[in-house]
């Protein structure tokens, strides 16, 4: 049987349903997923999607049939499959999901054991080529066996542990699920907080009925925005599909970047735990590292994407890590991302503080003058190594290094261009003392790309 191979992408599987990715393709991935790790018993759970069902049955009979045992955990956000892998001790596992991608889209989220994940560069493309390349081995003389459990309780017991919930001031805070699986979870921790909560799009609706569960894009925060300057209320949280990143509005109605998150959570953990390491990446505002070092601590930059800061993270036993799309990473959560341990520990803070967002953000807005993310589409793949080396050259007069695609730092000013893992593209992040210095750059850089 052929698959197509451009589902298999740099830290998932991912495509259309069903022309991309369908029924037959999950019962393949299940077989080759448990191949790859020989794995004896794995954890599979989905989101709300409406082939979800059906992607994860047809997984689940693929890994059976390869003589795993299966735990189904049934509907569930992706950071809860993780928990699920650590918590119950699984070879692997699996969530059927395409996060934030729209209606038309599903695909699978695998890690292995410890849930650490597959990437492209380890295990997602061996499992593709071994189903591409016909080298699947015959199923198990025995099928593997099918069983259920659940970890919500356990889940919400391990995130509220992460704050003081005595210190929680009742704020007014606005919640967007996006109809995704936040809708189911949001609740259960917020039922336990003092704080006044306005609930958008929580039932969960694998139509999405309301929006896009992508918060990145500005059409899609247009209802918490809107509902947070009604209510006058001091923050406003959004979540993706599968619940696993998370977002902040300030009062104002204002987005906050993921950097200048990463920076008061960094924070928020050093002032509990003086001198910690925190690992940041290579795109991020100096706010990050600025605040590390006034509290004590050690601030690591490091290459984009989970499996690389997992990686890193467990090396360093660094604390907690944070990248600007709003996916951010916790030691004491077995190294892996969660979508509200960060909106606790943000109230935990504006509660500490007696701040607001807004206030608590204020000083990093005087000081760093950020871009954002600027993408640049090229006409192909073989124009990328060009543009780069050029860059390099271009501001060889700076401090230039290759982490992550193209750095430059000056004294004023520094900047980061790195390739998409899936198109020819450019993304661009910049940063300047001044708003004007930072626009001017900017713009100096853009024409160079696309020149």
Not at 63 to 73: F, P
Not at 106 to 133: C, H, Q, T, W, Y
């Amino acid at each position: 049987m052929t698959i197509n191979r451009s589902i298999f992408k740099a830290y998932d599987v991912r495509g259309l349903y069903p022309s991309e990715i369908n029924e037959d393709a999950a019962r393949l991935i299940g077989r080759g997923f448990v191949t790859y790790l020989g794995a004896k018993r794995i954890a599979v759970s989905r989101d709300m999607r409406l082939s979800s069902p059906s992607v994860a049955a047809a997984f689940v009979e693929g890994a059976t049939e390869q003589g795993a045992d299966v735990v189904d955990y049934g509907m569930m956000g992706t950071d809860m499959m993780y928990f699920a892998v650590a918590r119950d001790g699984h070879d692997g596992g699996v969530q059927i999901t395409a996060s934030h991608n729209p209606k038309e889209y599903n695909g699978i989220k695998m890690v292995r054991k410890e849930a650490f994940p597959l990437s492209g560069d380890a295990g997602i493309n061996d499992i593709r080529d071994l189903i591409a390349g016909g080298q699947l081995p015959p199923p198990a003389a025995t099928r593997g066996t099918v069983s259920t459990m659940d970890v919500i309780a356990d889940y919400v017991t391990k995130v509220l542990s992460f704050i003081d919930i005595a210190t929680i001031k009742p704020f007014n805070v606005v919640l967007d699920a996006g109809n995704g699986m936040a809708g189911m979870i949001a609740p259960k921790l917020f039922d336990q907080l003092p704080c006044r909560t306005t609930r958008l799009c929580f039932d969960v609706d694998g139509t999405f009925p309301n929006h896009e569960a992508n918060p990145l894009i500005e059409e899609n925060r247009r209802d918490i925005v809107a509902r947070v300057i009604k209510d006058k209320a001091d923050i406003g949280i959004a979540w993706d599909g599968d619940a696993d990143r998370v977002f902040f509005i300030d009062g104002s109605g204002e987005f906050i970047a993921g950097d200048f998150i990463t920076a008061l959570l960094s924070e928020a953990f050093l002032l509990k735990h003086p001198g910690a390491k925190i690992v940041y990446d290579v795109r991020a505002s100096y706010a990050v590292k600025d605040t590390a070092a006034r509290y004590g601590g050690t601030a690591l930059m490091n290459r984009v994407g989970h499996a690389f800061f997992k990686q890193r993270m467990r090396e360093e036993g660094a604390l907690f890590g944070g990248e600007v799309t709003g996916h951010y990473y916790f030691r004491d959560y077995f190294y892996a991302d969660n979508g509200f341990i960060p909106a606790l520990l943000i109230l935990e803070l504006m509660s500490i503080k007696g701040q607001t967002l807004r206030e608590l953000l204020a000083p990093l807005r005087e000081k760093y003058f950020i871009s954002g993310e600027i993408n640049t589409k090229l006409s192909d793949m073989g124009l990328i190594p060009a543009k780069l080396d050029g860059l390099s050259a271009k501001y060889s007069d700076g401090r230039v290094y290759s982490l992550d695609g193209i750095s430059a730092e000056y004294d004023d000013w520094h900047f980061n261009v790195r390739a998409s893992n899936t198109e020819p593209m450019l993304r661009l992040n910049i940063e300047a003392v001044t708003q004007e210095l930072m626009e001017k750059k900017r713009d100096e850089v853009l024409a160079f790309i696309r020149g």
